[in-house]
Each structure stands twice: as structure tokens, then as C-alpha cells.
């Protein structure tokens, strides 16, 4: 599993990088506040989970851990990184910002996609929390 958290970490990052292309657009167009915030938000913020990411597929490397609770943390972390991602380019693509479940499309897939983010960060952070204080000896 730690092979896969580096590959999606390091997608995810990419994705970041790549999501600096439309900020520095925007800013050069002179585009309105909002929206070149949102660009920025999706940039740092895909950046910040690639890497996070990355680190727990360093983690298991090292641990050279194995079993079930490790493949759940790690399934929910890259469901949780993803999930970010196509809500954070969406936001700042579509304008909406998902902070409630109505209004346009847009909005709700912004809101869903957070909602998967959260719930598989909390389930990636509490299992790494576990297979951290199971494996604090090593």
C-alpha cells in the first residue's frame, strides 16, 4: 500500500502544481479577489495534500507495515486526497464555494466532495494515529 500512497501523493501534488497555472492567470487578468483566492486555495491546498500523502506512504515504508487496519488508512487517505482535489479545482473552476448541500450543481459536488474529503481524512488520521503508536518502538 505505501507504493500506492506515493503514486497518488505524487499525482495529487502534480495536480497542485499544475493548478498554480490558472492563480497566476488569474491574478494577471486582473480577475476579482474571490476568484483568484479560490485558484490559490486549490494550488496550496492540493500541494499540502499530495505531500501529507506522500508522508504516509513513507510512513508505511519505513514500517514496512502490513495488514488490514494499514490498507484501510491508506484507501481512505487517497479516496480523502482525491476527493479534495475534484473539490477544490471545481470551487475555483465554478465559482461555488460548498459550504451548504443546496443551490447549483456545482455547489453540491463542491459540498460532496468535502464531505468525502473530511470523512476519509478522519478515517486515514485515526488509523495512522493507531499503526504510529503500534509501531513507536521501531
Known amino acids: 500500500m505505501s507504493g500506492l500512497l506515493l503514486f497518488h501523493g505524487a499525482l495529487v501534488l502534480l495536480a497542485g502544481l499544475l493548478a498554480g497555472a ?18 490559490r486555495a486549490a494550488h496550496a491546498g492540493l500541494i499540502g495534500t499530495g505531500l501529507i500523502t506522500l508522508v504516509f506512504g513513507l510512513m508505511l515504508r519505513a514500517w514496512r507495515a502490513q495488514g488490514t487496519l494499514i490498507d484501510m488508512a491508506a484507501a481512505s487517505a487517497i479516496a480523502s486526497a482525491w476527493a479534495f482535489s475534484a473539490a477544490m479545482v471545481l470551487a475555483a473552476a465554478s465559482g461555488q464555494r460548498g ?5 447549483p450543481l456545482a455547489n453540491r459536488l463542491v459540498f460532496a466532495g468535502y464531505v468525502v474529503g473530511v470523512l476519509g481524512s478522519l478515517g486515514a488520521a485515526a488509523g495512522f494515529a493507531v499503526l504510529a503508536w503500534n509501531y513507536r518502538g521501531v
Open 22 to 39: 490558472p492563480y497566476g492567470r488569474a491574478i494577471a487578468a486582473g480577475a476579482p479577489a474571490r476568484r483568484a483566492e479560490a485558484w
Open 99 to 103: 459550504l451548504s448541500a443546496g443551490g
